[in-house]
């Protein structure tokens, strides 16, 4: 979330002294693309399964979730070299993590490059590391395999997420942010990487909320390159992190329940979520907003960079704060182009807003301007936000 209001659009905003700043965005995905309304009989005919009501109640879940495209990790071949992926009850988590591990490490790889390249500097100039994931496990972790495979400097200074879910792509910002203001002409980079291998399973009648997953979830990786007081004419800020909060809301840790088993990671998305988020989002956002002064009636005038947890989620928010439909937008626009691709997503919200920043531009800055400069929207100020 951030201001909009009373910006001029002729002129970038000058960054904040010591506030952190995102410099440059990246992502990557798999090679497996899937077409929502093929999903489900792929899904079927991949795990051997022939119930019809099963397949009736996924057909219902795709159509509802908005999602019209989505890259994964998981593939015909693969189930044909591991096909104990989609056999009930067997062992497999040894199988998973040996996809995963090498999965999660090649895409924040890529991620990460596409973002150096953006960024402009050689990758030697980053100084600290944070790596988030929720779709491996390993020690050593995620994080050195990444900073091997940019050729970080041995000295790079590296914090590990694992495990935070959705909320891990706005918990890593938050840190990086820290870690920025905290921390004189440092450089940070933030990865983040999930695949869904980790909790593939077969259809089953006394697991109903698996099919959720299988409608919603897609893999991929982001990567935000953060730093406070860019260097003018070399890195060009593209948000202004101006404060973060979070805010865990009590008695509701089994409401999306993780388990990690023999046969993989287990999850369950409590039924109530869309209506939990829906009672507490105002009071979060007013506490938010305090921070910096601003009341319910300027929320339009912000951009919004939400999470796109599902559609009911964004409905539910939409109407509790009154926001205009294109406030969500981008966030949506993420949801039915990649899935809810979990602590990745929030990377590609952003990257929506500034193409959409960028559009706007174009309305009021003159053709040949922009066919000879590298035009960048104005520096906004990102407030963030994680309730877990």
């Not at 795990?47 to 996924?58: I, M, S, V, W």
């Not at 044909?80 to 989609?86: G, R, T, V």
């Not at 905290?182 to 695949?195: H, I, K, M």
């Amino acid at each position: 979330m951030g201001s909009i209001g009373k910006t001029n659009n002729k002129k970038p905003r000058v960054a904040t002294p010591g506030k952190a700043t995102v410099l440059a965005l990246g992502k990557a995905f798999p090679h497996q693309l899937i077409m929502q309304e093929l999903l489900v009989d792929a899904y079927f005919k991949n795990t051997k399964c022939d119930d019809p009501n099963l397949k009736q109640k996924l057909t219902r879940l795709c159509k509802s979730t908005t999602v019209k495209t989505r890259y994964v990790v998981m593939s015909e071949d693969m189930l044909n070299k591991y096909p104990e992926l989609a056999i009930e009850g067997l062992p497999t988590m040894k199988q998973r993590l040996d996809i995963s591990n090498k999965a999660v490490t090649e895409m924040a790889i890529e991620a990460s490059q596409a973002c150096i390249v953006q960024w402009g500097r050689p990758a030697t100039d980053i100084t600290h590391l944070v790596y988030v994931s929720s779709s491996e496990a390993r020690l050593p972790g995620g994080d050195l395999y990444l900073a091997r495979g940019l050729n970080l400097s041995p000295e790079t200074q590296r914090v590990m997420l694992y495990f935070n879910g959705c909320s891990g792509g706005v918990a890593g910002l938050r840190v990086a942010k820290d870690i920025a203001e905290n921390n004189p002409g440092s450089r940070v980079l933030l990865a983040t990487s999930e695949t869904t291998v980790i909790g593939y399973k077969p259809p089953s009648k006394d697991r109903p909320y698996d099919l959720v997953g299988a409608a919603l979830f897609g893999d991929g990786a982001g990567a935000v390159v953060l730093g406070a007081d860019p260097i003018a004419n070399i890195e060009s800020p593209l948000f202004e992190l101006h404060s973060a909060i979070q805010w865990f809301l009590p008695d509701t840790e089994k409401t999306i329940d993780g388990r990690v088993t023999e046969e993989g990671i287990s999850f369950k998305l409590g039924r109530d979520l869309p209506e939990i988020i829906e009672e507490n989002v105002e009071g979060f956002c007013e506490r938010l907003m305090g921070v910096v002064g601003y009341s319910r009636e300027e929320y339009n005038e912000m951009f919004w960079a939400v999470h796109p947890g599902g559609p009911a989620i964004l409905n539910r928010m939409e109407k509790r704060l009154g926001l205009s439909p294109e406030k969500l937008g981008a966030s949506r626009r993420a949801l039915m182009d990649y899935g809810n691709a979990s602590s990745n997503t929030i990377v590609y919200v952003l990257e929506y807003m500034i193409e959409e920043s960028l559009k706007k531009q174009r309305k009021i800055v003159p053709t040949k301007t922009i066919a000879h400069k590298r035009i960048y929207p104005t520096t906004e100020k990102l407030q963030l936000s994680s309730a877990n």
